[in-house]
């Protein structure tokens, strides 16, 4: 059975992804939208033009462009409009906003693109002799400002865009472990390991267009995680190119020679160096999936199952429970009747006997504990629209409608707590003239501690929705880290969730990323104003 290697167009530069794929509401969507939301198209600022933006002059000094010529070949180092608007920044909702509302005055000087590590050191070195900020760019897909071209102190910024590093290097059959480069996109790096008979089973949302090297960057997790594992439990080894030098991190599946420092990469949001390659631990491609929709009669009892599932060392590929108000919400715009209670998707991948036996268990644990089953359909219906739901948030921007989203985990004994106090905050925040804002949640990862949960927001975007979506993302980040949650399991740093970093690290914590980027990093070219709180 292949994963996924569906392929996919060049991402639009002001939506998601390929406006091959860009959806419409249709009239009952728009109907139960301006009912229910009191939005409407009309209330809202209107979508840019690419022609008829403007562009600020590319900064770049000439030294710095003719070295960086030199490094990677001039037909290499872009300068020209639409490669740097396309480098612009990540497609967290605000950036969708800000770009379509024309606004790219942040744009990078150029688009550099090396292609290898070799080549990425030299970029480095360029940068950090000429004061150039330089942005690493995997696939651009961040959602919390990661790619944002902050200059920091310097004059102008370049994105390295990855793109080019994109070989599978080597495969250890004997291991199960394969080598591939930063650059290579989820669904080409499938197709290269499906060829070997291998898969990664990394498949965040962001699938079509996330690469190796931000996955590894951002620490990702992807929605197989309970079967595959996040993706920093995938690596092996790394290879990080940095203003200071090379670093060859993990040589063996476990070691004691000191604290990990590939941990320090992992996560790091190019802010300490750029990772070239990395060598994952790979599984075979599942001969079998067995897919099993349930139903439980509320959120809590859901999630009291999810619990027992974790805690009883079964192990099914997927797990994810949605509450209420996202169970009824999905089935209307599905066009369904909607049912009462709380739907959850379960699967099981492996080999035949292996999944069939881990379903038994969990059909076993689940029932137990209050569930009933629904069957594969709706299970099927979920994944045929897990990589084009994105596309949805532009067709609800342009229907005037402020839709974005937000993770963070806890143990179990605080995940209430944490939902309800993200829930009211978003609610308070966002409810207005227009009406109150919908608020959808669900457990999107579990583990036998805890859960992650992920929130849907939608609400009437109005005539300022980037006001207004700061204004609900500052009160739900601080009722996460009143709660003692996470301020992000999945989506990372970036420049959205810096200002709690002290509060999720500590002052001494901080101390020591700072000391990290000053080893590695001694001019601060690398991702400026990106992780590390900016000093007091
Ligand atoms: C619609 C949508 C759905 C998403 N769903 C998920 C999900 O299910 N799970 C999940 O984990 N995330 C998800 N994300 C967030 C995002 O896809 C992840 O953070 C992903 O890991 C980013 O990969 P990328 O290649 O696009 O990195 P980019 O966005 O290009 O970069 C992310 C950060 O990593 C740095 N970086 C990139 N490449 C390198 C490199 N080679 N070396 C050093 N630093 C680097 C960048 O400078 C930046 O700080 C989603 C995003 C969107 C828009």
């Not at 392929?7 to 992804?17: F, I, N």
């Not at 379903?359 to 359909?377: D, K, V």
């Not at 143990?411 to 959808?440: D, K, M, N, Q, Y």
């Amino acid at each position: 059975m292949t994963q996924p290697t569906h392929r996919v167009g060049e991402a639009s530069w002001d939506a998601w992804g390929d406006p091959a794929h860009a959806v419409s509401l249709t009239e009952s969507q728009r109907d139960l939208i301006g009912r229910v939301l009191g939005a409407a198209p009309d209330d809202t600022p209107g979508r840019t033009a690419e022609p008829d933006l403007r562009l600020p002059p590319a900064a770049l000094p000439e030294p710095a462009r003719a070295a960086l010529a030199e490094a990677v070949g001039a037909a290499h180092v872009d300068t020209g409009a639409a490669a740097r608007v396309r480098h612009a920044g990540g497609k967290s909702t605000p950036d969708l906003l800000r770009r379509r509302a024309g606004d790219v005055a942040g744009a990078p000087d150029a688009v550099v693109l090396p292609a290898d590590h070799d080549e990425v050191a030299a970029v480095l070195a360029v940068c950090a002799e000429h004061g150039v900020a330089v942005v690493p760019f995997g696939g651009g897909t961040s959602v919390v400002g990661g790619v944002e071209p902050l200059r920091g102190a310097f004059p102008a910024a370049v994105a390295l865009d990855l793109r080019r590093l994109d070989r599978l290097v080597a495969v250890d059959g004997t291991a199960g472990t394969a080598t591939l480069q930063a650059g290579l996109r989820t669904p080409e790096a499938e197709e290269l390991l499906g060829a070997h008979g291998l898969t990664l089973g990394h498949q965040p949302q962001s699938y079509d267009y996330a690469t190796i090297g931000g996955y590894a960057a951002t620490r990702s997790c992807g929605q197989s995680s309970t079967g595959y594992g996040r993706f920093d439990d995938m690596v092996v080894s790394l290879r990080a190119a940095t203003p200071r030098g090379t670093l060859d991190l993990g040589r063996a599946p476990s070691s004691a020679a000191g604290p990990d420092l590939r941990r320090l990469l992992l996560g790091s949001e190019g802010a300490f160096g750029v990772i070239t390659e990395a060598t994952l631990r790979v599984r075979p491609l599942p001969e079998a999936r067995h897919d099993e929709a349930w139903t439980f009669p509320d959120f809590a009892a859901g999630a009291e199952a999810l619990r027992a599932l974790a805690q009883s060392g079964v192990r099914p590929t997927l797990v994810r429970l949605s509450d209420e108000q996202e169970t009824f919400v999905n089935a209307l715009l599905a066009g369904q009747e909607a049912a009462p209670g709380c739907l959850a998707v379960i699967t099981h991948e492996g080999g035949s006997e292996q999944a069939a036996a881990v379903r038994a268990l969990t059909a076993q644990t689940l029932r137990r504990a209050g569930g009933g089953e629904l069957g594969a359909e709706p299970v099927a219906r979920w994944r045929g629209d897990r990589y084009l739901a994105p596309y949805l948030r532009d067709a609800l921007l342009d229907a005037g409608v402020l839709a974005e989203t937000l993770e963070t985990a806890t143990t179990w004994s605080g995940l209430h707590r944490l939902r309800e106090a993200v829930t009211e905050a978003l609610t308070g925040a966002l409810t207005s003239g227009g009406g109150a804002p919908l608020v959808l949640c669900h457990v999107s990862h579990v583990y036998p501690e805890g859960a992650s949960l992920y929130f849907t927001v939608a609400a009437a975007a109005g005539r300022d929705p980037l006001d207004r979506w700061r204004a609900a993302k500052r009160a739900a980040g601080d009722a996460i880290a009143a709660c003692g949650a996470t301020i992000t399991h999945h989506h990372a740093v970036g420049t959205d969730h810096r200002p709690w970093m002290e509060a999720e690290v500590g002052t001494l914590g901080v101390e020591v990323l700072r000391a990290v980027k000053d080893t590695l990093d001694p001019a601060g070219v690398l991702n400026p104003g990106k992780l590390i709180p900016e000093r007091s």
